[in-house]
């Protein structure tokens, strides 16, 4: 049976709009994959991207903690620098107030004599020489002569042995000096300091720890004393 035109048209038509009806569910496919597929990348890159942030700010935060470390390390040492400084200065202002009350000694003529003939006698046993030159302060040579008979005496009956003590007229002790003597011997090659401040630095070494203990109390952290 032979179509007439209008069956063709009408088939056509209806084969034209399935089709396009193919053609759009396609499209709507392609769409919604497209769009899923934007979605998921753009996910990955947001969640890519949200790392990087948080790696690049727990990286920033730990640089400030640590920079907030060393700051508070800095500053606590400078603190314990200055307690440190000053507790120093406190202890040499306690020897520098012990030199100047060791320079009371000398208005007493009998102690410093005393204290004289001990010092040039402890020289004399360390030096161990029979030519000796006494060096001291120009306003102690008479008290110092006194001395000389009575050490070189007591010297010779300690240790049997005859010393020749001469004073150094020429090269006194400074005049500002506390006091004490100093001892020559082989041309001066050989020298025994026995001023009263370097008797008094001797000492304060010594008694430094004991000084900041009785200023300051015991340091806990310090396991020994010597």
């Known amino acids: 049976m032979a179509l007439s ?43 890519q991207q949200r790392l990087k942030i948080m790696e690049y700010y727990e990286k920033r935060e730990k640089q400030v903690e640590l920079q907030k470390k060393i700051q508070s390390s800095n500053m ?3 603190a314990r620098l200055k307690v440190l400084k000053v507790r120093e200065d406190h202890v040499r202002n306690v020897l520098d107030e012990a030199r100047k009350r060791l320079g009371e000694v000398t208005s007493d003529h009998a102690k410093y004599q005393e204290v004289l ?15 000796v030159l006494v060096r001291c302060r120009a306003q102690d040579r008479s008290i110092v002569e006194n001395c000389l008979s009575d050490v070189s005496g007591r010297y010779k009956e300690a240790v049997g042995k005859e010393v020749i003590l001469k004073i150094d007229t020429e090269n006194p002790l400074p005049a500002d000096a506390t006091g004490g003597v100093e001892l020559y011997a082989h041309r001066g090659r050989i020298r025994i300091n026995n001023t009263l401040e370097a008797r008094l630095e001797l000492i304060a070494m010594q008694l430094i720890p004991e000084i900041r203990t009785a200023l300051f109390g015991r340091n806990v952290n310090r396991k020994f004393t010597d």
């Open 5 to 47: 035109d209008a069956d063709v048209q009408k088939q056509i038509k209806h084969m034209m709009a399935f089709i396009e009806q193919e053609a759009n569910e396609k499209a709507e496919e392609i769409d919604a994959k497209a769009e899923e597929e934007f979605n998921i990348e753009k996910g990955r890159l947001v969640q």
């Open 76 to 78: 606590l040492n400078q």
């Open 117 to 131: 003939n001990t010092l040039i006698l402890q020289g004399l046993y360390q030096l161990f020489e029979t030519n």
